[in-house]
C-alpha cells in the first residue's frame, strides 16, 4: 500500500451521526460517557456535515474500494431518511469506478421491514451485537429500563436474515459471557447463524471522573474480562473451530493471527498491527478523533467544517499517534516470542506494569500469551497448507489425527504441569479449567468437543 505523504491511500473512519447516543443502556457501554464531551448537544449530525463528510472522505481515498463506516452509540436512532440521503452524497460525489461499501454496527432492535429493505438495496454490511445465548446477552444488555435485550436483538437479526441482508456477528467478551466460551461460539454459529464473528474484550477501567471519559488509572470494573479468562476463552473456541468449522466460520482473530503466522505485511485488525492511525473517529459534530478508542479531548485533530480530513489524517499528531503504538512498547513485550502477532494490541489497554516493573504493558498480556502460543502449531500447518496451494480445510483433518494422544495428555496431567495444548498456561488455568456450569472435569478436558445438534446448546 503507498502513501502520499505519509497518508495510506485507504483510511477507515467509524462515522457517529448519532453521537454516542442509544436507545439502550448496556452496563459496559463505554460509548455512553462520551456523552459527557458535549453537554449541550442534540447529537445529530447535519445535513451540511453530512455532505461534507462524504464528499472529503471520497476525495482523500486513492483507492476503488470506499468503506463508509456508520457506528454510534446507536446509528439507527437517525432513521433511514439520513442515510438515503448519505447514499445520495455518495453517488454525488462518486469518482469514476468508486465502489462504496457501507457497514453499520447496531443493536438491531429498532430495525423493521423499511430498514431492511433498505439495506438490503444498498448492500449494506451489517454487524449485529449478540454477546450470546439469552442468560449471558441479557446480563449486560439491557434496556434503558433495566429489561434483558436478547429477544429484540433476535428479531432485529431475524429480519436482516429475512430480507437477505448481509451481517456479521459483535460478541462482547465480559466476565460474564467469558466463562462460557463453547456456549457463546455455538449459539453464534447454530442459533444466530453466523459465518464472521468479532470478539471485542470489555476492559473498562475505573477513573477518577466515574466514568469511560478518560483512559485512566490501572483498575478495572468486575465487569471486565480478566486477562487469563480472555485468553481461555479464545483457546477454548479456537479448538473448536480448527477441528470443526474451518472455511465455514471466520472469527476475526484467528483470520487476523494467520495473518501473522504467515507474515503478511499487516495483520487486518488494527490492535494486531505494529503501528496504527488509519482508523479514526467522527463525531455528529464533524469532530475528528485519532481514533475511536480516544475520543477525548487530548485526541481531537479538528473538525471537517474548518480542515479537510486530509489534512489532519496527514497531520504529524496523527501519524505520532500511529508511531506511538509501537514506540511505546515496554522491553517485556520487544522480547516477547508472539510480539510479530500480538504488537503489545491495543494502547487503550495498555495500563500495567511488566514482571521488571517498567510501565506500558497490556492488561490482556497472559491472555494473549497464552492463545497465541496454543495457536502456533495448527497457524503454521494452515499456513503451510495455503502456501502449497491446498485447502485450508485440510487442516480438520490433519489436527484430528493428533486428537487422541492431546486427550490422553490432558487425563494425565496434573493441575500445575504445563498444559500440554502448549499455551504455556498451567493445566488447571487451560485445558483442566472448570467453568462455573459447563465446565470439564480435571480429566476430562474440553478439547474436542463433538458438534452438537443445532438449539442443543445453553441447557
Ligand atoms: S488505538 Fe487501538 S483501536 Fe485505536 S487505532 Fe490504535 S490499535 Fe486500533
Ligand atoms: S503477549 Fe504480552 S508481552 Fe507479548 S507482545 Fe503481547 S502484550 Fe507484549
Same mark, same amino acid.
Given at each position: 500500500m503507498g502513501t502520499n505523504n505519509g497518508i495510506p491511500p485507504? *483510511?477507515?473512519?467509524?462515522?457517529k451521526p448519532s453521537g454516542a447516543t442509544c436507545n439502550l443502556g448496556c452496563s459496559y457501554c463505554f460509548f455512553l460517557d462520551k456523552e459527557l464531551l458535549y453537554p449541550d448537544s442534540r447529537f445529530r449530525m447535519g445535513d451540511v456535515d453530512l455532505e461534507t463528510y462524504i464528499r472529503q472522505l471520497i476525495e482523500l481515498h486513492r483507492t476503488r474500494e470506499v468503506t463508509i463506516a456508520w457506528q454510534g452509540g446507536e446509528p439507527t436512532l437517525m432513521g433511514v !431518511?439520513?442515510?438515503?440521503?448519505?447514499? #445520495?452524497?455518495?453517488e454525488k460525489y462518486r469518482k469514476p469506478g468508486m465502489v462504496f461499501e457501507n457497514t453499520m454496527q447496531t443493536n438491531g432492535t429498532l430495525l423493521n421491514d423499511e430498514w431492511c429493505e433498505f439495506l438490503k438495496e444498498n448492500n449494506f454490511l451489517m454487524g449485529i451485537s449478540i454477546d450470546g445465548p439469552p442468560h449471558l446477552h441479557d446480563a449486560h444488555r439491557l434496556d434503558k429500563g433495566g429489561k434483558? &435485550?436478547?429477544?429484540?436483538?433476535?428479531?432485529?437479526?431475524?429480519?436482516?436474515? /429475512?430480507?437477505?441482508?448481509?451481517?456479521?456477528?459483535?460478541? &462482547?467478551v465480559n466476565r460474564v459471557n467469558a466463562a462460557h466460551p463453547l456456549e457463546v461460539y455455538r449459539f453464534l454459529r447454530d442459533e444466530a447463524k453466523t459465518s464472521w464473528i468479532q470478539f471485542i474484550p470489555i476492559v473498562e477501567r475505573i477513573n477518577e471522573d466515574g466514568g469511560n471519559l478518560y483512559q485512566e488509572g490501572d483498575k478495572v470494573t468486575p465487569r471486565s474480562v480478566l486477562p487469563e479468562q480472555f485468553g481461555r476463552f479464545l483457546i477454548q473456541i479456537f479448538d473448536e473451530w480448527i477441528l470443526n468449522d474451518v472455511g465455514k466460520v471466520f472469527v476475526q482473530m484467528f483470520e487476523s493471527s494467520l495473518r501473522s503466522f504467515m507474515h503478511f505485511p499487516t495483520s487486518g485488525i488494527c490492535i494486531f498491527d505494529q503501528t496504527c492511525g488509519s482508523a479514526l473517529a467522527l463525531e455528529h459534530n464533524g469532530d475528528l478523533y485519532s481514533c475511536d478508542h480516544f475520543v477525548e479531548p487530548d485526541y481531537l485533530l479538528g473538525n *471537517?467544517?474548518?480542515?479537510?480530513?486530509?489534512?489532519?489524517? %496527514?497531520? !504529524?499528531q496523527q501519524r505520532q499517534f500511529g508511531l506511538d503504538k509501537r514506540d511505546s512498547l515496554p522491553k517485556y513485550c520487544r522480547d516477547c516470542e508472539v510480539r510479530f502477532? @500480538?504488537? %503489545?494490541? @491495543?494502547?487503550?489497554?495498555?495500563? *500495567? !506494569?511488566?514482571?521488571? %516493573?517498567?510501565p506500558g504493558l497490556n492488561y490482556l498480556c497472559v491472555g494473549y500469551k497464552g492463545f497465541f502460543k496454543r495457536v502456533d502449531v495448527p497457524?503454521?500447518?494452515?499456513?503451510?497448507?495455503?502456501? &502449497?496451494?491446498?485447502?485450508? #480445510?485440510?487442516?480438520?483433518?490433519?489436527?484430528? /489425527? !493428533?486428537?487422541?494422544?492431546?486427550?490422553e495428555a490432558y487425563r494425565k496431567s496434573r493441575a500445575k504441569d504445563a498444559c500440554p495444548c502448549g499455551s504455556g498456561m498451567t493445566f488447571n488455568r487451560c485445558h483442566g479449567w472448570k467453568s462455573q456450569k459447563h465446565g470439564h472435569k480435571r480429566g476430562k478436558p474440553s478439547a474436542p468437543q463433538p458438534r452438537?445438534?443445532? %438449539?442443543?446448546y445453553g441447557r
Open positions: 485507504r *483510511i477507515h473512519v467509524m462515522a !431518511d439520513f442515510y438515503r440521503k448519505a447514499i #445520495e452524497y455518495q434483558g &435485550t436478547f429477544d429484540s436483538v433476535m428479531h432485529g437479526l431475524r429480519l436482516l436474515q /429475512k430480507h437477505g441482508v448481509e451481517y456479521n456477528i459483535l460478541t &462482547t *471537517i467544517k474548518t480542515e479537510h480530513m486530509l489534512k489532519m489524517v %496527514g497531520s !504529524d502477532a @500480538c504488537n %503489545g494490541e @491495543c494502547p487503550k489497554n495498555r495500563f *500495567i !506494569d511488566t514482571p521488571a %516493573g517498567e497457524m503454521k500447518l494452515l499456513g503451510t497448507l495455503l502456501r &502449497t496451494g491446498r485447502p485450508a #480445510e485440510e487442516v480438520m483433518g490433519l489436527l484430528r /489425527k !493428533d486428537e487422541p494422544a492431546l486427550r452438537p445438534p443445532v %438449539g442443543n
